[in-house]
């Protein structure tokens, strides 16, 4: 790295990311897992899903995952055991976390990381 003309200490940036779990609807994931609805089109179209998602998570939608990741307090075994039932969904009436739509419906994990900003100063 050049250092000529720079000063000693200088303040500069880290980005690390954490994962958020998130609780997702079937059109979400379509979109997430395929980057359509896949002919599934019964109450929005593909544009009105994306739409949606970006209004909710603007530049960050790009880092979302599909699945979840193992909490801190969970042993590996309660990981295992709680992920073997999540491919199927399960039912919910509360709002998707990806799109923000307000209809009950099955709900998936998705995981979103989220960019930690930290000064380092060298």
């Known amino acids: 790295m050049r250092t000529e003309g720079m000063s000693k200490e200088y303040v500069a940036r880290k980005y690390d990311y954490e994962p958020h779990r998130l609780e997702i609807c079937v059109d979400c994931l379509q979109i997430l897992a395929n980057g359509d609805l ?12 994306v739409a949606d998602m970006v209004e909710v998570w603007g530049d960050l939608l790009g880092q979302i995952t599909l699945g979840r990741t193992q909490e801190e307090d969970e042993t590996e075994e309660e990981y295992e055991n709680s992920t073997q039932s999540e491919d199927e969904g399960w039912f919910s009436m509360s709002s998707c976390e990806g799109c923000g ?3 009950g419906g099955d709900r998936f994990y998705a995981t979103a990381w989220l960019p930690i900003d930290e000064e380092i100063t060298t």
């Open 101 to 103: 739509s307000g209809l």
């Open 38 to 49: 896949g002919g599934a089109e019964e109450d929005r179209t593909t544009e009105e899903v």
